[in-house]
């Protein structure tokens, strides 16, 4: 799979269009189909207890699926989540940033599947696994 767009352009197209949410993430690779995208935790990404939120690890999932997809068919921003399946595994690492690998399975003209995997920062053992579908919007 061609890669169009590079981690910077990805970094760029969060600012422009999500500048909301763009500082929470940053794309560290991308490259045939793969991307490595990190959450920088922060206090407003805890649930009591100390832990990272479902919804933050939802967040990073998606957004990594989003860019992979984007890396691949250019910047459409009306792309859509359609699906999504999440497995939270264990407890995050307390105070550590996420890290989400994502691998794009099939890109068709239509849809994009894309499976991602959750670690702690410098953890081998994934925290969660997502699988999300994206609607590619017609050309």
């Known amino acids: 799979m061609q890669t169009v767009m590079s981690a910077e352009d990805l970094m760029a197209f969060l600012v422009a269009e999500f500048d909301q949410v763009a500082n929470d993430f940053i794309v560290e690779e991308v490259g045939g189909g793969k991307i490595r995208v990190r959450m920088a935790?922060?206090?407003?990404?805890?649930?009591?207890?100390?832990?990272?939120?479902?919804?933050?690890?939802?967040?990073?999932?998606?957004?990594?699926?989003?860019?992979?997809?984007?890396?691949?068919?250019?910047?459409?921003?009306?792309?859509?989540?359609?699906?999504?399946?999440?497995?939270?595994?264990?407890k995050p690492a307390a105070g550590v940033d996420l890290v989400a690998d994502a691998t794009v399975l099939k890109l068709g003209k239509l849809l994009s599947v894309t499976d991602v995997l959750i670690r702690s920062?410098?953890?081998?053992?994934p925290v969660a696994r997502a699988t999300l579908t994206y609607a590619i919007p017609p050309r």
């Open 121 to 125: 920062y410098g953890m081998d053992a």
């Open 41 to 90: 935790v922060a206090e407003r990404h805890l649930r009591p207890g100390g832990t990272v939120s479902g919804p933050a690890m939802f967040a990073l999932a998606d957004v990594a699926a989003y860019l992979a997809t984007l890396a691949l068919i250019g910047p459409k921003a009306l792309a859509v989540t359609t699906n999504c399946s999440i497995d939270f595994m264990r």
